[in-house]
C-alpha cells in the first residue's frame, strides 16, 4: 500500500501560510488513497512557485518552462499512456503564458489532469497582476487597475473541457476529493485552486475566500452534465463563489480516439528498422 | 548520344501542374531513367504561375536545369515565360485552341488538350499522353503508371483514355518532331522527395511520435507520417502551434520513445524556446528546419539556405547540439537515422536542415538498404542497483547519464529546466550548476568522434575548391563536371554535418586549392562565417543566390567563371 511517506520531498521554499501548503497535503493524500505508486506517476510542472510543487513530493518530474506543462504532459502520455499524468501551474502560466495551450488541451480531451495554483497575483517575480487578478487590482504593472479577468472554468467549459472543478487551498479534505476525481476522470479535467497568497495579495485572502466559497450540492442537488446549468454556475463569482465538480461528461479522450495507440504503450514497442520496407515499396 | 531531356509542365494552380508533372517523372522513371523534378509554384490556391521541371537521365542526374527541351504550356503564360528557354531542338506542346493568341514561333505545337480530354480537368493528363509521346514512350507503360497513381475506377479508367488520346495525336501528327529514346529499364528505382526520404529515415530509426504545426516546405513530412499513423503505430499530435509542437516532441523523448519535429524558419523561432529546454534536460528530440527565404514570411514557397547561423546559435545560454544538413534526397534517409542516433546517444536536440528544394523536388534513388540501419540508443538504466539511487543527469566522465523511462522501473526520473542537481532537482548551488553545464558540455567531445569524413569530388589537388553544404550537393557536382569538361582544375567539398564542425576536414581542403569558393543560397555566405569562425581561414569568394530560386549548374560554373576560376 502507498503511504503518505512515500509522498515525501524537498522541503519547500514556499513562503510560511502560503496557500500552497494545502494543496500540496491534498495532492499527497489523493495520491495515497488512490494507491498510485511514485513511479506510476508523472508530474509535470511550469514556472512560478506552483512549478515547484513537484520537487517537494514524489513521483517522476518534468518541470517545464514557464506556461509549458501541457504540451509536454500530452507528449508523455502519448509516449506511455499507463503513466497518471499530472499538469500543475500556476494563473499566471496556465491562462497568460500557456493560454493556447489550455484551451487546445481542452479541446482535444487529453487524459490528463491540470492543476492550477491561481491566487489572481504573480507571486515568484513579486506582485504583479495575473489574468485572473479581480478587476481594477493595482499592482506595479497594473497602477490604473487591472483589466478583467479571465474565468478559467468558463472558458474551460467553452474550449470543450470534460471535467471543469474548483477548489479552494483552504479545504484540503473537499481539494483531495477534487483531485482524485479529477485523476479518475477519462479526459482532461482542469482543478482550478483558489489559493490565497500571502505575500502579494492583500485582497484575495484566506478570510475572504472563507466567507465566499460554498461547496455545490452533490447527488442530484446540482447536475454537472447540465452543460447550460454549468456555465450559469461558472459565472457565479462575488459575494458567492462555488466549489466542486462544476462541469463533467463523458467523451473519447484524444489518446483512444488514435488507433496508433491501441495495444501496448508506445515507449514498451520494439524499434524494428525493417518496417520501413513495405512502405519503401510505394515509392517504386 | 547520352540522354538529358529537360521537361517543364507550366500552368496556373488549380490546372494540374504538379500532377503532370509528378506522373511524367513517375514515367519516365519506371522506364529505367534517373529522375530529377523541383517545383516552382506560388503561395496561393488557385491562379499565378507554377511549374514542374523534371529532367530526365540516362544516369545520375542530382540538379535542374534551366534551359528546357520539352515545354508542356497548360496557359499563355507558360508560353510567354517559357518559350524564350527553348534549347535547341526543343518543342512547346499547347493547346491552340484555348490559347488563340500564342504567336507564330514554329516551335509551338498545338494538341487540343481541353478538346481530347473531352472536359478542362484532365487537361493535363492529356498533355502528358502528348510530351511522352514525343519520346516515343512505351503506352502500356504509361497505363500502368496511371492505373497505379489514380488507383481503380472510374477515374483512372478516365485519365488513362485521356492520356491515350493526347498520345495518339501527337504519334499521328508530329511524325518529324519525335526523339526515340532507347528503353533503358534497369530495376525499379525509388522516386521521392526529401520530405518523404526524410519520413522514410523516420521510420526506419523508429521515430514513434511527431509533434506539428503546417508550414511550408515541411508539411508533407506530418501528413505522410499521419497517413501511416495506425499502420506502422507512429502517432503524428497536428499541435495548435509550434511552441506546443516541440514541447509535445520533448514530453515524448523524455517519456523513452523517439520523437520529432518539422517546420520551417519562422516555425523553429517559436520553437527555440523549446530547444534549450532539451538541452538543459538532456531529452533526445529530432528539429527539422526546411528552411525557406526569410525574414519573417519571407517568400513562403522558395528556397533559401538562410537559417545556418540562426540554428547554430538558437537559444540563450551554452548547451551541446547537432546540426545536419542532408546533401540530397538520398542522403536524407541516413541524415535523419543519424539524427536519431545521435539525440538519443548523446541526449541533445539534433537540428535537420534541408530546404524548400530538398524537400519538394523528386529524386530517383537506389531502394534503401534496411540491413545497414543501426539503431543506437545510447546509455539506458534497466533497473541495476537501488532505484532510489538512480539519478537523471549524474555527472560522467563522457558527459552522458544512463537514460531511465518513467514509469518502466521503479527509479524516478526527474529533471527541470531549472539548473538541478544530478538527482534532478532545481539548485542554485555554484559547484553544482559549473558540474552540470561542463557535463552537459563533454557531450560534445563523444559527438565530434561521430563526425565522418565530409563529401568530396574531384581530384585532391585542384586548383579551385567549391564548397557547400546541404541541398545543393547536386547542382555543385554538376558545375564542377561542366567546369572540368571545359579544362579547369576543380573540386568540391559538401558538408552535411556542420555541427561538431568538421574542422580538419574543411582545413584540408582550404590548405590545398588556390582558389576557394563557398557556394550558398543565402546573401551574406554563413558557411563562410562558420569557416571563419572554425578554422581562422577565409575563402577566396562567395558564390551567393538568394533571389528564392534554387542553385543551379549552370548558375555556379558561370559565378565561378567570373569569380576567375
Not at chain 1, 484575495?204 to 475566500?209: E, G, I, K, V
Not at chain 2, 503532370?20 to 517545383?39: E, N
Not at chain 2, 521521392?192 to 526506419?204: K, S
Not at chain 2, 540554428?311 to 536519431?340: K, S
Request: with cysteine.
Amino acid at each position: 500500500m502507498v503511504e503518505l511517506s512515500d509522498y515525501s520531498g524537498l522541503n519547500p521554499t514556499w513562503c510560511p501560510g502560503c496557500g500552497n501548503f494545502g494543496i500540496l497535503k491534498a495532492l499527497n493524500s489523493a495520491l495515497v488513497e488512490l494507491n498510485i505508486e511514485p513511479h506510476r506517476l508523472l508530474l509535470v510542472s511550469g514556472i512560478g512557485q506552483a512549478g515547484k510543487l513537484p520537487h517537494y513530493t514524489s513521483g517522476n518530474i518534468f518541470n517545464s518552462l514557464h506556461g509549458r506543462p501541457v504540451p509536454p504532459a500530452i507528449g508523455a502520455k502519448i509516449a506511455n499512456r499507463e503513466l497518471v499524468v499530472v499538469a500543475i501551474s500556476g494563473d499566471g502560466d496556465a491562462y497568460g503564458e500557456g493560454g493556447n495551450h489550455f484551451i487546445h488541451a481542452c479541446r482535444r480531451n487529453h487524459d490528463i489532469t491540470y492543476l492550477v495554483h491561481d491566487n489572481q497575483v504573480y507571486g515568484l517575480t513579486k506582485g504583479q497582476a495575473s489574468p485572473t487578478s479581480d478587476t481594477g487590482f493595482v499592482t506595479k504593472t497594473t497602477p490604473s487597475g487591472a483589466a478583467p479577468p479571465i474565468n478559467p472554468v468558463t472558458l474551460a467549459i467553452a474550449a470543450g473541457a470534460t471535467f471543469v472543478s474548483r477548489g479552494f487551498a483552504g479545504d484540503a479534505e473537499h481539494l483531495t476529493d477534487l483531485i482524485k476525481k479529477g485523476i479518475n476522470h477519462k479526459g482532461f479535467a482542469l482543478i482550478d485552486i483558489l489559493q490565497p497568497c500571502v505575500s502579494f495579495n492583500q485582497k484575495n485572502t484566506f478570510q475572504w475566500y472563507r466567507q465566499r466559497v460554498y461547496k455545490l450540492p452533490e447527488g442530484g442537488e446540482y447536475d454537472p452534465a447540465d452543460k447550460a446549468a454549468a456555465l450559469g454556475k461558472a459565472q457565479e463569482w462575488g459575494d458567492k463563489i462555488p466549489i466542486g465538480v462544476i462541469y463533467r461528461q463523458e467523451a473519447p479522450t484524444y489518446e483512444d480516439q488514435i488507433p496508433a495507440l491501441a495495444g501496448a504503450p508506445l515507449v514498451t514497442r520494439e524499434i524494428s528498422p525493417a518496417q520501413v520496407e513495405n512502405v519503401i515499396t510505394e515509392f517504386l | 548520344m547520352p540522354v538529358d531531356i529537360n521537361f517543364l509542365v507550366g500552368g496556373e494552380a488549380g490546372q494540374g501542374v504538379q500532377s503532370a508533372g509528378f506522373l511524367l517523372a513517375k514515367a519516365m522513371s519506371r522506364a529505367g531513367y534517373h529522375v530529377f523534378a523541383d517545383q516552382d509554384y506560388e503561395s496561393r490556391i488557385r491562379g499565378g504561375h507554377n511549374f514542374f521541371r523534371a529532367r530526365i537521365k540516362d544516369g545520375r542526374v542530382g540538379a535542374v536545369r534551366e534551359d528546357v527541351d520539352i515545354l508542356v504550356a497548360l496557359n499563355k503564360e507558360t508560353i510567354d515565360l517559357h518559350l524564350p528557354e527553348l534549347a535547341a531542338g526543343g518543342v512547346a506542346i499547347y493547346d491552340g485552341e484555348t490559347i488563340a493568341d500564342a504567336g507564330a514561333d514554329k516551335r509551338l505545337f498545338s494538341v487540343p488538350l481541353e478538346k481530347l480530354a473531352g472536359e478542362r480537368l484532365m487537361a493535363n493528363t492529356v498533355a502528358l499522353g502528348a510530351a511522352l509521346a514525343l519520346i516515343d514512350y512505351d503506352p502500356a507503360m504509361l497505363d500502368i503508371v496511371l492505373s497505379g497513381y489514380f488507383r481503380e475506377g472510374k477515374v483512372a479508367e478516365g485519365n488513362i483514355a485521356a492520356a491515350r488520346a493526347g498520345y495518339e495525336h501527337v504519334m499521328k501528327g508530329y511524325a518529324g518532331k519525335r526523339r526515340a529514346l532507347k528503353t533503358v529499364v534497369t530495376g525499379r528505382r525509388m522516386l521521392l522527395t526529401g520530405n518523404d526520404a526524410i519520413c522514410l529515415g523516420a521510420i526506419a530509426a523508429g521515430c514513434k511520435f511527431m509533434a506539428a504545426y503546417p508550414m511550408t516546405p515541411a508539411g508533407s513530412i506530418m501528413e505522410y507520417l499521419a497517413a501511416k499513423s495506425g499502420e506502422l503505430g507512429i502517432v503524428m499530435v497536428h499541435a495548435e502551434d509550434e511552441i506546443a509542437a516541440v514541447n509535445m516532441t520533448i514530453g515524448a523523448g523524455y517519456a523513452g520513445v523517439r520523437a520529432m519535429t518539422a517546420t520551417s524558419g519562422s516555425g523553429f523561432c517559436l520553437m527555440v524556446e523549446g530547444l534549450g529546454l532539451a538541452g538543459i534536460t538532456e531529452t533526445p528530440v529530432v528539429m527539422i528546419d526546411a528552411q525557406r527565404p526569410g525574414p519573417a514570411v519571407g517568400l513562403p514557397t522558395r528556397t533559401e539556405q538562410g537559417d545556418l547561423q540562426f540554428v547554430l546559435h538558437a537559444h540563450h545560454g551554452d548547451f551541446p547540439r547537432a546540426v545536419l544538413a542532408p546533401r540530397n534526397v538520398e542522403d536524407a534517409f541516413g541524415v535523419t537515422i543519424r539524427a536519431f542516433n545521435w539525440a538519443e546517444k548523446y541526449q541533445l536536440p539534433v537540428i535537420i536542415l534541408t530546404d524548400h528544394h530538398l524537400a519538394t523536388s523528386y529524386a530517383t534513388v537506389e531502394p534503401f538498404e534496411i540491413g545497414g540501419v543501426n539503431i543506437e540508443r545510447g546509455l539506458i538504466y534497466r533497473g541495476e542497483g537501488a532505484p532510489e539511487k538512480y539519478r537523471r543527469h549524474e555527472v560522467t566522465k563522457s558527459g552522458v547519464s544512463p537514460r531511465a523511462f518513467p514509469g518502466l522501473s521503479r527509479a524516478l526520473v526527474v529533471t527541470d529546466c531549472d539548473e538541478h542537481d544530478e538527482a534532478g532537482h532545481l539548485t542554485e548551488d555554484a559547484a553544482t550548476r559549473t558540474a552540470q553545464v561542463q557535463k552537459r558540455l563533454r557531450k560534445m567531445v563523444g559527438l565530434k568522434q561521430e563526425i565522418s569524413r565530409p563529401f568530396t569530388y574531384g581530384r585532391k589537388k585542384a586548383e579551385t575548391s567549391l564548397i557547400g553544404w546541404g541541398s545543393t550537393g547536386g547542382a555543385i557536382q554538376e558545375a564542377v563536371d561542366i567546369l572540368r569538361r571545359e579544362g579547369r582544375s576543380v573540386n568540391m567539398l559538401q558538408l552535411n554535418e556542420l555541427w561538431p564542425f568538421p574542422t580538419a576536414a574543411v582545413s584540408d581542403v582550404l590548405g590545398v586549392a588556390t582558389n576557394t569558393y563557398v557556394i550558398e543560397s543565402n546573401a551574406t555566405g554563413q558557411l563562410a562565417r562558420l569557416i571563419k569562425t572554425e578554422t581562422g581561414r577565409d575563402v577566396s569568394g562567395k558564390i551567393l543566390r538568394f533571389d528564392g530560386r534554387p542553385l543551379t549548374p549552370a548558375f555556379i560554373a558561370e559565378a565561378a567563371k567570373k569569380e576567375g576560376c
